[in-house]
């Protein structure tokens, strides 16, 4: 075995060195968030920053591209740790043809990395085709020379990929395997390529990008078929380094000691304890790199995954008896061993860490809230005499209180129950069901755009770095209306628009945060106004309407197809102020709030910026001036704006601050601003500070967990919005009667009036509900000495009733009490019981579900006071009536 190849390290920089040596563009990993791709959570695969150029390999920035993608899935995420081959987090070694070369070369270099850079021995390796791929076969046979019995034909669920949807890019593909020994296999006489066992260990993929799936079913062959190499570098790294397991790989077997240092049983480990331990190994990665993106946990979307396998891994560590935050631990080993290959984790490894023990912190205060329902779960059961949890009640605890399937398994163990998985499973689909229908991620296939072609030629050169006005020659076009182009919002006079792309362009496609340049386009004699101007691709696509009805492009093209590109100036211009104001910003949250902030979005046109970041607590008002004050201050010191192209790498390792929402290629734009800001930008910028005028903060907010906001305006807008408060105040003043400088103070004062009658009116109010209740216990039921009371008491709101429910307490030693208001259309109760009834079984909670029961309506509470609502206006005597009945009933049963 080659010994100077083992580290995964080594693998990551020997694959890309091999491809850069044949042609290949080495391009950075693109985000684990798809930018611009709703039908993926994750980045699931190599090829997904590359969609858009198999269904489109035209003016392409490479035909050739090598990369090291980092894939996240969740779709085998219960066989995570138990098999070789699943995993949330990995990393997928690819090198894909954009309509270059196909078969032959990608089959002949595959087998030419495998076999002379790893040296891996032909005699354990084996390959498979699809079955009516003659020509993979021909390939592997006639050009490698591999005998029949070591070329397996599989079918169509093996060896053929796609497409997403419907419709799409799809074709064969041809895997390599392992031969991991008879050790591993099933020991069937049939064991082969192809066998679900772990004896055959597929390490290397070649999908073959040749057809377009149709709408009827035909596959209609690609004019520019490609290459789609995915290959895993965990297995790789397995067979290189000779272990027995992926765990066991210099990608994880720090984190695995980590967490085997961690067990009470001091290390010694079952096959169930390795499983849980690989599967806590595998999810720590997984969140480090997520979070670091600033994807964090939540209830919905991403996020819901996260917190998923985030508590999935602390449900496992809880069976190891650690009952406190730990995995926040591990998030050091990993930064340790992933930053060489991904530099950018170093400086989240904090932030990553307080997140990360702040969900282990809140999941453990949920176990034991969900402990309390779980032992009632299991009073209740047995108190019907039943053995098993049945699979809405494990549905429950799953959804209402985090627990994992697991947990609820392992606590029925030990209180001797059965657990109903299939009846979990049922429950759990249907909310998958649910969560498909009201999901914005779907499976839909791509389109294939046509545009007429006019000429030809290179397209789509950005020119607006250096100009704003160009003479450029339409390359292609197609018109355009509301049913081609559902987002049209106007109505064109000619009723009509048309797409069109240039050889070269001063117009800004809107990316990364910022919006497209405003203008006009004169073709032939005729002026159209730039609406959008959109990224396809690698084309810079311009949505224009023409100013007059009638108007046919096709037949208003000069003969030399040139057309004349103006952009407009002070839209621009304001764009840029607000730009590179947004920069700026940045530069302040981390100097002021703290290092760990980090771009989540942004939204940059010419009347506001918006900038979202990581913070899990609001900007406080001293902050917010604090950030004002230094902001305005770089604007007056009149900071020259600086931008330079260089490589990715060199960049990040300069300082550059990289977008995780972003693709990058192998060359990038810097914009540097002083010692200030360095950050891979392509958006339009001032040259000099001191052109922003202005900047102020108009608004902060959150926008999810864990995401804050700010808005802010800058230059002209900043001065208007000034002027507008000026005049708000002024108003004010004039409605106060008081000078604009004493407006404050007159609202307080006036504030504190309004509190001291407020006060008095609740006073008073009280005082009427008490002696009404005085009068409710008076007139109650005694049963066995204990007080029944139920009646309306004349309070404002439900808030107030439970305060009197409270009152009940306080003055009776041993009752239930059932208090009811008409409020906001509906009749609510309050039920309370004293604490010996809650001794005898009978809870508020309870009684609410009984009442429930008479009038409809729903509710639910604790042990002492519960609520219950109603639309039913009559049900008062209803419930009044069926209490004393209800709490006999409940009491000597």
């Known amino acids: 075995m080659n010994q100077k190849i083992r580290t995964a390290q080594q693998i990551r920089r020997a694959y890309i060195d091999f491809f850069v040596a044949r042609g290949h563009t080495e391009v950075p990993s693109a985000p684990l968030v798809p930018a611009g791709d709703q039908t993926l959570l994750f980045t699931s695969a190599g090829m997904v920053p590359f969609k858009e150029y198999y269904l489109r390999p035209d003016n392409l920035p490479y035909t050739r591209a090598a990369s090291v993608q980092k894939c996240l899935r969740a779709g085998d995420l219960e066989s995570v740790g138990k098999t070789l081959r699943h995993h949330t987090f990995f990393e997928m070694l690819g090198n894909f043809s954009f309509g270059d070369y196909f078969k032959q070369e990608a089959i002949v270099w595959a087998w030419e990395f495998v076999t002379e850079v790893l040296q891996l021995s032909p005699e354990r390796l084996y390959v498979s085709v699809f079955h009516e791929d003659d020509e993979a076969y021909r390939i592997w046979q006639g050009e490698i020379g591999l005998p029949a019995e070591k070329i397996f034909r599989l079918g169509k669920k093996d060896n053929f990929w796609g497409p997403v949807g419907k419709t799409g890019v799809c074709g064969p593909c041809s895997e390599i395997y392992y031969d991991t020994g008879e050790g591993k296999g099933c020991g069937k006489s049939d064991c082969a390529p192809g066998c679900d066992c772990d004896r055959y260990l597929e390490f290397w993929n070649l999908v073959f990008p040749q057809f377009f799936l149709e709408d009827g079913g035909h596959y209609r062959p690609l004019e520019k078929p490609g290459i789609d190499t995915g290959a895993g570098l965990e297995r790789i790294a397995m067979i290189m380094q000779g272990v027995e397991d992926n765990f066991q790989t210099d990608l994880f077997e720090p984190i695995v000691e980590a967490v085997i240092g961690k067990l009470p049983s001091g290390g010694e480990r079952d096959q169930e304890a390795v499983m849980g331990v690989n599967m806590i190994a595998d999810h720590i990665r997984a969140l480090t790199f997520t979070i670091a993106e600033n994807i964090y946990p939540s209830n919905e979307g991403r996020g819901y995954l996260l917190r998923r396998i985030l508590r999935r891994a602390l449900t496992r560590l809880h069976t190891f008896g650690i009952t406190e935050p730990f995995m926040y631990k591990l998030v050091e080993v990993v930064i340790g061993l992933m930053k060489d290959a991904y530099p950018e984790l170093g400086g989240r490894q904090e932030e990553i860490e307080k997140i990360i023990r702040a969900e282990e912190k809140s999941f453990f205060r949920t176990l034991k809230e969900g402990r309390e329902r779980f032992q009632s779960l299991v009073r209740e059961i047995r108190k019907e005499g039943g053995g098993e949890i049945n699979g809405d009640q494990v549905f429950l605890l799953y959804d209402t209180f985090g627990f994992p399937f697991e947990l609820t398994v392992a606590l029925a163990g030990e209180e001797g129950l059965q657990v109903d998985g299939e009846g979990f499973e049922r429950a759990m689909q249907r909310q998958r069901l649910r969560a498909k229908r009201g999901s914005t991620f779907d499976s839909t296939g791509e389109e294939i755009i046509d545009m007429k072609e006019v000429s030809q030629g290179t397209a789509s050169e950005f020119s607006g770095y250096e100009e704003l006005d160009s003479r450029a020659q339409i390359r292609s076009f197609r018109p355009v209306d509301k049913s081609t182009r559902k987002d049209i919002s106007w109505e064109s006079p000619a009723g009509i628009a048309y797409e069109v792309i240039f050889e070269r362009t001063p117009f800004y496609a809107t990316a990364g945060g910022q919006v497209t340049d405003g203008g006009w386009i004169d073709i032939g004699k005729v002026r159209c106004e730039v609406r959008e101007v959109i990224k396809r691709g690698a084309d810079v696509v311009h949505l224009v309407e023409p100013e007059i009805e ?18 407009d100036k002070a839209k621009r211009l304001a764009i840029a102020a607000n730009h590179s104001a947004t920069h700026l910003l940045h530069a302040a ?15 940059v046109d010419a009347n506001r910026l918006r900038f979202d970041f990581n913070h899990y607590q609001a900007v406080s008002l001293e902050e917010r001036q604090l950030i004002e004050e230094k902001v305005n201050g770089w604007i007056r010191d009149a900071i020259e704006i600086r931008t330079a192209i260089m490589g990715y790498k060199e960049a990040v390792r300069a ?23 360095t950050e891979l930008c392509g958006g339009t910028h001032l040259d000099n500070t001191g052109k922003i005028g202005l900047f102020l903060i108009v608004a902060e907010s959150s926008v999810a967990a864990g995401i804050r906001r700010i808005e802010a305006v800058t230059g002209a807008a900043a001065l208007a919005h000034l002027h507008q408060i000026q005049v708000r105040l002024e108003e004010a003043g004039s409605l106060l009667k008081v000078s604009s400088s004493e407006v404050a103070g007159r609202i307080r004062s006036l504030l504190s009036d309004i509190d001291d009658m407020k006060k008095e009116i609740s006073k008073l109010e009280r005082g009427e509900a008490v002696n009404e209740l005085d009068a409710l216990i008076q007139a109650g039921r005694d049963l066995g000495g204990m007080k029944v009371v139920y009646g309306r008491i004349s309070v404002k709101d439900v808030g107030a009733l439970r305060n009197q429910a409270d009152l009940f307490r306080d003055r009776v030693k041993s009752g239930v009490a059932l208090l009811s208001i008409p409020c906001n259309g509906k009749m609510q109760y309050v039920v309370t019981v004293t604490q010996d009834v809650v001794e005898k079984g009978l809870t508020a909670n309870g009684l609410v579900r009984e009442l429930s029961k008479v009038v409809g309506g729903g509710g639910g509470g604790k042990k002492h006071i519960a609520q219950l609502g109603t639309k039913d206006m009559e049900s008062e005597g209803k419930v009044f009536e069926a209490l004393p009945g209800i709490v006999e009933r409940l009491i000597s049963g």
């Open 589 to 603: 949250l981390r100097e002021i709030i703290g290092g760990h902030i980090a771009q989540a979005g942004s939204l």
């Open 550 to 567: 009638n108007f046919e492009l096709e037949k208003s093209l000069p003969e030399n197809k040139m057309a004349t590109l103006r952009v």
């Open 655 to 677: 300082g550059a601050i990289a977008l995780f929402d972003e693709k990058y290629g192998e060359q990038v734009r810097v914009v540097k601003i002083g010692d200030i800001s």
